[in-house]
């Protein structure tokens, strides 16, 4: 069964009415295509790391732009590619990756386009997913993609390759996931402890895989740990602001689910079809 428990938030004020401007002191700002935590100079500034657009990689075009909400997500899920565990950690091998996943979603699927928001490759290489989706992140909006059945209108998406049942993640990933989400606990004023879970707490899946989502308790303190050393306190969404049908459900992990690559459980209801 998924378990996780929520841990109450810190104390403090709102996120709603500060964010933007905690978010102009201290960072997370994508800069000529690199994330940049640590802008104070006082802060230990975390190591910059490309974010790949979707022109780098080579997209498709999308046959619809996707849906920009004003307000920005409330979590952040974690997904497992379903794929080989690959030992190539090339930027080609990455592109490659999302183009592949691009293809899947828009061909099988009959999407109008990829439906995560961001892909991690196994090699830490980090790269747009959804078309509008670094654009939305610097405004602190959200693109609705389709990861995760009955909750793509307010969570954010991260497919990280492999398939991670048994397997464990290796390190370029998990490093370059820790930097990812703290930039997006940054741009959208989210508590760690509260926003990072895994596919499993929302729907029935096995995904992202037992390994990867044990993995997930040391992520959020990881991740919590990376915005404390931002020299400004950030204002972050509390419990009390998270609607009741945004909170994960966590259903029972299903028993025999179907294996294929790409695929890892329900991304999208019959209502949100249209994609």
């Keep these: 069964m998924s378990t996780h428990e929520q841990p109450a938030a810190p104390g403090g004020c709102s996120r709603r009415s500060v964010v933007r401007g905690a978010m102009a002191v201290a960072g997370g700002v994508i800069l000529g295509g690199a994330i940049d935590l640590g802008l104070?100079?006082?802060?230990?500034?975390?190591?910059?790391?490309?974010?790949?657009?979707?022109?780098d990689w080579g997209a498709r075009a999308?046959?619809?732009?996707?849906?920009?909400?004003?307000?920005?997500?409330?979590?952040?899920?974690?997904?497992?590619?379903?794929?080989?565990?690959?030992?190539?950690?090339?930027v080609e091998h990455a592109f490659a990756l999302s183009r592949s996943i691009q293809r899947y979603h828009m061909t099988a699927n009959r999407w109008d386009d990829t439906g995560q928001h961001l892909t991690i490759s196994r090699g830490g290489v980090v790269m747009e997913g959804r078309n509008g989706t670094l654009p939305a992140i610097r405004r602190g909006?959200?693109?609705?993609?389709?990861?995760?059945?009955?909750?793509?209108?307010?969570?954010?998406?991260?497919?990280?390759e492999g398939t991670y049942t048994t397997a464990l993640p290796t390190t370029e990933l998990l490093n370059a996931l820790?930097?990812?989400?703290?930039?997006?606990?940054?741009?959208?004023?989210?508590?760690?402890?509260?926003?990072?879970?895994?596919?499993?707490?929302?729907?029935?899946?096995?995904?992202?895989?037992?390994?990867?989502?044990?993995?997930?308790?040391?992520?959020?303190?990881?991740?919590?740990?990376?915005?404390?050393?931002?020299?400004?306190?950030?204002a972050q969404l509390g419990p009390a602001e998270i609607p009741a049908a945004d909170w994960p459900a966590y259903p029972e992990v299903p028993v025999g689910e179907r294996r294929a690559p790409y695929y890892h459980g329900p991304v999208l209801s019959r209502a949100e079809r249209t994609v």
């Design 40 to 55: 104070a100079a006082s802060v230990h500034a975390a190591p910059e790391f490309p974010v790949f657009n979707r022109r």
């Design 62 to 90: 999308y046959r619809r732009r996707a849906k920009v909400l004003d307000n920005g997500p409330t979590h952040i899920v974690v997904h497992h590619t379903a794929t080989t565990n690959s030992t190539d950690y090339s």
């Design 141 to 160: 909006r959200h693109v609705v993609g389709a990861h995760t059945a009955n909750h793509n209108s307010h969570t954010i998406g991260i497919e990280n």
């Design 178 to 234: 820790v930097e990812t989400c703290a930039w997006l606990c940054v741009a959208y004023g989210l508590n760690p402890s509260l926003a990072i879970v895994g596919h499993r707490d929302y729907n029935a899946t096995v995904c992202p895989g037992d390994e990867l989502y044990a993995m997930l308790p040391q992520l959020r303190t990881d991740v919590g740990a990376r915005l404390a050393r931002l020299e400004t306190r950030l």
